[in-house]
């Protein structure tokens, strides 16, 4: 039955939606992370969707979304010179994480919107099961 | 007069069932609205219905004895045929990513999809009145 296919597919965008409302969280608490070296410092993540094909029962007629992984982004980090600084290393600087406040927060929006779209999905489709259990009453 | 349920809920049950699986389809694509390089795909309900009309008359049951009911004109459509008749949506605007989801779009849609299965249930509940009050006799 394919409204049954619907809530999966709507919980699998909500699942997918929410991992990467964690990721932006994560960048977002770890933007001033420092680090004595450029390798081991913070680097923004990000997920990688996918489309499900065939994977939700036999029918092919709708897709749900996975989350493939989460990869590091590979912008440059921060290096700023602050000799003061307890973590400075030899020559007196830091490195901050890649994170672009400005970029999580865009991410952060849309990811809110899609999850809210995909729970609005979920609520329709529910009130179409309700009628359609209650046909001829 | 032969009777039959099938032909008495008529168009509306099939319409129901292309409505259902176009939800489906439109679920898809909003769950993917972020999928890069996902292609948003629609049902294209009239010829989608045309398709199951046309399969009422194909599927028969075999008839052996001459007392076997035939079949003919009263099994509905195969509900997989109606994927044949998915087809690609052509994107207003094409995204970096090769994605080609127009969220608002997708959404209005699934909303009027969701209008018009309300619809055909309205339809069929009356049908289901009908009957019942045909049945009692009141």
Request: charged share 20%; net charge positive; proline share 4%.
């Amino acid at each position: 039955m394919s409204l049954f296919n619907i809530l999966d597919i709507a919980g699998s965008g909500m699942s997918a939606q929410a991992l990467r409302l964690n990721t932006t969280a994560s960048n977002l608490a770890n933007a001033e992370s420092v680090s004595s070296t450029g390798a081991d410092v913070y680097r923004a993540r990000q997920p990688v969707f996918s489309a499900v094909m065939k994977a939700l029962g036999e029918s092919p007629a709708g897709v749900g979304v996975q989350v493939n992984g989460i990869v590091e982004s590979q912008a440059p980090v921060r290096k700023q010179y602050e000799p003061g600084h307890p973590m400075a290393n030899g020559d007196g600087y830091i490195f901050l994480p890649n994170v672009s406040m400005v970029e999580e927060m865009a991410n952060m929006i849309s990811a809110s919107r899609s999850y809210q779209t995909n729970s609005e999905v979920a609520k329709t489709t529910k009130q179409l099961f309700m009628r359609t259990l209650s046909l001829g009453q | 007069m032969q009777f039959g349920l099938d032909k008495f809920f008529g168009i509306s049950q099939q319409a129901l069932k292309i409505h259902s699986r176009r939800a489906e389809v439109l679920a898809g694509n909003l769950a993917n609205a972020d999928t890069p390089g996902y292609k948003a795909r629609d049902i294209d309900f009239k010829a989608a219905l045309q398709q199951f009309k046309s399969g009422m008359s194909d599927v028969t049951l075999r008839t052996t004895n001459p007392n076997h009911i035939n079949s003919a004109g009263t099994s509905p459509g195969r509900i997989d045929d109606v994927l044949g008749e998915m087809k690609y949506r052509i994107p207003g605007q094409p995204s970096l990513d090769g994605n080609t989801v127009d969220s608002l779009k997708e959404k209005a849609a699934f909303m009027e999809n969701a209008l018009l299965y309300q619809t055909n249930l309205q339809f069929l509940g009356g049908k289901i009145k009908h009957l019942k009050s045909a049945l009692k006799g009141e």
